[in-house]
């Protein structure tokens, strides 16, 4: 999960450095608003815990997709050794499968999580 918000100056979104799994841990954390700086115009900014939003991070997905991938097609190519392992295969196949899918359902999870908790 990605915290990003937009800037104040030139009103592109930039990604924040900060962590935090909802916006009453980053207030809790940071207080109020936290000191940022645009990675586009650098413009430095006080940005309210409020204006913070959270969306997927693609890195993460992709290794994801990219573990998935390289087991599927691992598993098309040594079929046959993998069917001398007998059923373990299927659940390690199975496992790094759904790998990709898991990771893009926790990520959309916290994501959903964050952006619908707000700070008073
Ligand atoms: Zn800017």
Same mark, same amino acid.
Request: proline letters at 2%; charged letters at 20%; glycine letters at 8%.
């Given at each position: 999960?990605?915290?990003?918000?937009? *800037?104040?100056? *030139?009103?592109?979104?930039?990604?924040?450095?900060?962590?935090?799994?909802?916006?009453? %841990? /980053?207030?809790?954390?940071?207080?109020?608003?936290?000191?940022? &700086? *645009?990675?586009? *115009?650098?413009?430095? &900014?006080?940005? +309210?815990?409020?204006?913070?939003?959270? %969306?997927?991070?693609?890195?993460? !997905?992709?290794?994801?997709? !990219?573990?998935?991938?390289?087991? $599927?097609? =691992?598993? $098309?190519?040594? /079929?046959?050794?993998?069917?001398?392992?007998?059923?373990?295969?299927?659940? /390690?196949?199975?496992?790094?499968?759904?790998? +990709?899918?898991?990771?893009?359902?926790? %990520? %959309?999870? =916290?994501?959903?999580?964050? @952006?619908?908790? @707000?700070?008073?």
């Amino acid at each position: 999960m990605n915290l990003y918000t937009r *800037c104040t100056s *030139c009103g592109n979104h930039f990604n924040l450095k900060i962590k935090g799994k909802d916006r009453v %841990e /980053i207030k809790m954390k940071y207080g109020d608003s936290i000191a940022s &700086q *645009c990675s586009h *115009c650098h413009t430095q &900014q006080s940005t +309210p815990i409020k204006k913070i939003k959270a %969306e997927t991070n693609q890195l993460i !997905i992709s290794i994801g997709f !990219i573990i998935g991938a390289v087991a $599927f097609l =691992s598993t $098309f190519f040594f /079929i046959g050794k993998y069917l001398a392992l007998g059923k373990a295969v299927y659940f /390690i196949y199975g496992g790094l499968t759904s790998l +990709p899918f898991l990771l893009w359902r926790i %990520e %959309e999870k =916290s994501v959903r999580s964050f @952006n619908s908790t @707000n700070v008073k």
